[in-house]
């Protein structure tokens, strides 16, 4: 069964930093593209970043490069974001999401605030 599990998000002031996680279990974790969303209540999900199987290769979304990074460790079957300099409309649920045979896989979310 595939489970992905988020953790890390909260409440974080403009311009400060936040590190999410998501633990994966389930499949195979070190073949799998690894992507995370966010998501605005009303609005569609947006990609993030995403990260290939070996962690070579990110791809970021414009709003977010220079200031995201994601990294996986695929020992600890675990894919990761890092968020500097935060800005209000960062704020969003952020979700770990993959595709394992043609299934996409959510995990459970993390609420990241940027506010003063």
């Known amino acids: 069964q595939v489970q992905l599990v988020e953790s890390g998000g909260g409440l974080v002031q403009p311009g400060g930093s936040r590190s999410l996680s998501c633990a994966a279990s389930g499949f195979s974790f070190s073949t799998y593209t690894m992507n995370w969303y966010r998501q605005v209540p009303g609005e569609e999900r947006e990609l993030v970043a995403s990260i290939s199987s070996s962690g070579v290769e990110t791809n970021y979304a414009d709003s977010v490069k220079g200031r995201f990074t994601i990294s996986r460790d695929n020992a600890k079957r675990t894919v990761y974001l890092q968020m500097n300099s935060l800005l209000p409309e960062d704020t969003a649920v952020y979700y770990c999401?993959?595709?394992?045979?043609?299934?996409?896989?959510w995990g459970q979310g993390a609420q990241v605030t940027v506010s003063s």
């Open positions: 999401i993959t595709r394992v045979w043609g299934v996409e896989y």
